[in-house]
């Protein structure tokens, strides 16, 4: 039998799907789960872009451009005049998620052994795409009782070598919820001007900013070669499985090069582009409910949180998510407990371990990431089952 | 400004795509274009399915199962019956397209410097995604003159080394419209056997088959470990914006592999999986009817080039392709002319050069794919144009 590959056999599992099986046999077993372990808003998706859709949908769903229908690049430039962003339709090229910006931005950028920062913990996802691509991450350690905020430019400058190529970022942050200030930002723009880096930006969470107002790095005019953004629609509209996002940036080479690695997979999904187009007709309205939807359960979490013995959590101040240490010594043992040997009223909860989220696993080995995509009478639900599962786990511990 | 990556510059823009603007630009001074070009089928996407998307979108487009719904894995896996092949659910991964099971099939079988044997001309993205993963492709060269039929086993044989890993295949060939016979293919199997390779097909024309019955490599079950078929709904359903493929392979140390890369992208698009879904629900009416027009095209297309005096053709058995030598020098130059300098009665057509199908580009130098996408009468009045175009180009040149 032929071998698989090397890079095929050391790419790790998603450290949020992992989890899958043992609750598929969790659920089989009658329990109900309450789901905090993925960033799948419970949120209804646009009701007036789903009958575009419905409208829509051609008799023959054929390829469309390679860099995405001209009309949702229009749209999309348009939209980013909310967040003093001035970019032309050109800029703005249409991938099949913000998965495939992140993969296409990777191999357009960076050559096998270049080297990129990111904090972490990072969305875990930026490391399987970096191993396909043989680039390697120097990751910055940033903690929960600093909430987790950009390292200094120093800390940045002490490691950048020779093929350090970029300087990586999703802000707001997943796993974290933090947001990035505006002053710190300008600053790391210094930074990467003066070592000709890329700056790459994962903004997809850029809507729900709870306390401060998001500066999209792509309004620092400076270093407008440097930037590349990572969007999507997926958080924003709720729309994931419609696998829309998009890269913006004003870099005509890298432009060429991304269009390059766009036609060879054809086309984005076109009836997702109807949807996409569509969802940016009305956003205000809809995104304000939606933002104080997010805003109560972030509140109710930490609140809840905030009163459990021995459990480590700040309050995030944008996305949808906490990064919470618990009092027990592997979270990944404690998640996978959850679903196979504990109930509360015949529910439990899932969770994302942290592990993932970090460069060096063992950093977040005590950490869970809790998004906050249910309502808030479940997010209560869920916290009582949190409590309750800790309490029995660490008296199951102790004996 | 930062420099972008090497292997985005060494990336070659796609043969198919790049005549696009100068297509527009002819569009523009009024000049209507005849698409032979681009396997974008002009046939109906079934009725039905479109109208299952309007029926089953759901209010929450949200994430689905990384290797696809499970639902339309057992319809993917019930189909294949149709071609004597025994395939379970968990056989079938699907993927954002054929596209993306190419790049996934060849992260998880090949690390960068390992080889694939691939006769040529080959689906000119087979070039891209290996240049992506560092794979060396070696060709074989088939020939017109001998219907691009399957090299002999020897000529396999000879060019194995040590890190020869697979040899891949496109049956029914794009853009040759062969079909391999099932002989030639136990044979191959042999060889696969003995050398321990993985044997690599894609099958996504599978449909088109007009002399004679086609055979799955799945149904080689003697090297079942060693087969990895390719498909899509693209041109089978004409539902090329869909972007849903399949990767089947009933190696489990492989569907793990490519399970973490669909892991890495999350999800296909959800609702062109329900477009699949829906497509499968009645095949034989729709199929036959398709089937019957592209083999109408397929003998005009052949009866129009055959007496044009100086054109090398031959009679494609399956696919919706033929690959043509022109009496010209350089394949591209003319393609180019006919959108920027010609034009016969206000219309033009636009080809595929070939040299983008052949690892080395010169082989095709004289010559064009046609894809048989338009009907009977519009194909017609393209030949018109390309034998009106010829002769025009010929004086031209002769001058």
Redesign the interface.
């Known amino acids: ?9 050391a ?4 450290p949020i ?1 992992f989890l ?1 099986p043992l609750a598929r046999n969790a659920v089989k077993t009658g329990k109900k789960i309450l789901h905090l372990n ?1 960033g ?6 646009p ?1 007036n872009a ?1 009958n575009q ?2 409208d829509q ?10 860099e995405g229908k001209m009309s949702l690049r229009k749209t999309v430039a348009d939209y980013y005049q909310k967040f003093d962003v001035s970019i032309e339709p050109e800029d703005v090229i249409v991938t ?2 913000a ?2 910006a992140i ?1 296409f931005t990777l ?6 052994g ?1 080297e990129i920062i990111i904090p972490e913990p990072f969305y875990a ?1 930026y490391l ?2 970096s191993h ?1 691509g ?1 680039i390697r991450i120097r990751p910055i350690t940033t903690t929960l009782e600093e909430g987790f905020k950009l390292p200094s430019i120093d800390t940045f400058e002490r490691i950048i070598v020779s093929n350090t ?2 300087i990586f970022l999703c802000n707001p942050g997943n796993p974290t919820g933090q947001l990035y200030d505006a002053e710190s930002l300008k600053q790391l723009a210094k930074l990467v001007k003066k070592h ?3 700056l790459v930006v994962d903004e997809v969470y850029r809507e729900f900013c709870y306390e401060e107002a998001f500066m999209s790095v792509l309004t620092l005019s400076e270093i407008e ?2 930037v590349i953004v990572l969007d999507s629609i997926s958080k924003v509209f ?6 829309v996002g998009y890269i913006v940036t004003k ?1 005509k ?2 432009q060429g ?2 269009k ?2 766009a ?10 582009q109807i ?1 996409a187009e569509a969802c940016y007709s009305d956003t205000a309205d809809y995104l304000t409910k939606v933002k104080e939807k997010y805003n109560q359960r972030r509140l109710k979490l930490y609140e809840r949180l905030s009163a459990i013995e021995g459990v480590k959590c700040y309050m995030p101040n944008a996305a949808f998510y906490n990064m919470v240490e618990l009092p027990i010594d592997d979270a990944q043992e404690f998640c996978k407990w959850l679903l196979t040997d504990f109930d509360y009223k015949g529910y439990t909860i899932m969770l994302a371990p942290a592990s993932g989220f970090y460069f060096n696993p063992a950093l977040g080995r005590k950490q869970v990431r809790i998004a906050f995509v249910l309502d808030v009478e479940k997010l209560d639900l869920a916290m009582d089952c949190l409590e309750a599962g800790l309490k029995e786990y660490t008296e199951l511990k102790a004996v």
Do not use: W
């Open positions: 039998m032929p071998k698989i590959s090397k890079r095929g056999e790419l790790s599992e998603s799907r899958a993925i799948q808003p419970d949120i209804l998706t009701t789903v859709v419905k949908v051609s008799e023959i769903i054929a390829y469309g451009p390679s099949t998620g998965s495939e993969l191999f357009s950028c960076f050559d096998s270049d996802n399987g795409f396909m043989g190529r970029a000709d880096l890329f070669e440097h709720s729309s994931c499985g419609a696998r870099n080479d890298l090069s991304i390059k690695f036609q060879l997979r054809l086309c984005p999904p076109m009836i997702g949807l």
